[in-house]
């Protein structure tokens, strides 16, 4: 299903219910890292997921975007229950459905700055869209980097890479983990920028995990995860954000509008 056939059907770009994950960290014992978190993302909206280290920020966002599989409750992406799709076609739904931008860009060294954005075409045998690829990477400040190698690029440049290939695949949900954890202020900006612009498609969703109050404070609706549950009053309340709360979550937790 589409993601504009989704929306018509009243489905949520991306929904969690009850999802909890435990894992074994020695014989007979268990630790549990979500415990029944309920979440929904809107569609046209940047969801922030922020809380304390270790709270199970990422791996929240594993779960929902299929990468990791929960212990109990349910994720469903576009109305599609990610947790019990088969491999082959969990695969196939989030090449064609959705993008997620790593901690880490996993870029492949060997390969310069457009051949690594073109990669997933030539994987699936493809032509890729020179045309967008270049486009993008003019708006990412990289267009003179084409043909570089991604070794020779900052790190911010390398996110940026890392990006505009998650990017140019269209995806309807993009899922970033700390996308601007380790880079300058010019590139956290083009990659907030960049992924606003994603989620002011109302066919499209970003969710985005971060510490960065610059971050947060550009999500339409934030929520807070505190030691595996999502907090009471979660995006209405104050915002643990090196111990700063939101405008935003004050403006809503005051009654005074702003995005739900
Ligand atoms: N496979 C695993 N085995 C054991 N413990 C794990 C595993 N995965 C995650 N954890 C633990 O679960 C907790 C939540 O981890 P997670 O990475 O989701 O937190 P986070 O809120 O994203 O943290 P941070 O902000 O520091 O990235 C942490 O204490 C982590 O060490």
Request: proline share 5%.
């Amino acid at each position: 299903m589409s993601a504009k056939a989704a929306r018509i059907r009243g489905f949520a770009p991306v929904e969690a219910r009850g999802l909890s994950k435990s894992v074994q960290v020695r014989k007979g014992e268990s630790i549990d890292i979500l415990k029944e978190v309920d979440f929904q993302a809107s569609w046209g909206q940047m969801t922030g997921i922020v809380g304390p280290s270790g709270s199970g920020k990422s791996t929240l966002l594993y779960c929902l975007a299929g990468l990791e599989q929960a212990t109990g409750g349910q994720a469903s992406v576009l109305g599609q229950p990610i947790g019990s799709m088969s491999r082959t076609k969990l695969a196939r739904f989030r090449r064609e459905h959705l993008g997620f931008v790593f901690q880490a860009y996993n870029l492949v060294p060997t390969l310069n700055v457009e051949e690594n954005i073109a990669l997933p075409f030539m994987l699936r045998g493809k032509k890729p869209p020179h045309g967008e690829i270049i486009e993008l990477l003019e708006r990412f400040g990289l267009g003179e980097r084409r043909k570089s190698d991604v070794g020779s690029l900052s790190g911010g440049e390398q996110q940026r890479v890392a990006l505009a290939r998650v990017l140019v695949s269209k995806p309807d949900v993009v899922f970033a983990d700390e996308p601007t954890g380790a880079l300058d202020q010019t590139s956290g900006r083009i990659v907030i920028d960049e992924l606003h612009r994603v989620a002011s498609d109302p066919c499209r969703a970003v969710i985005v995990v971060t510490h960065a109050n610059e971050v947060a404070s550009r999500c339409d609706r934030v929520v807070t995860m505190v030691d595996g549950r999502m907090s009471e009053g979660a995006g209405v309340g104050f915002v643990p954000v090196q111990g700063q709360p939101l405008p935003q979550a004050q403006a809503l937790a005051a009654g005074r509008g702003g995005a739900q």
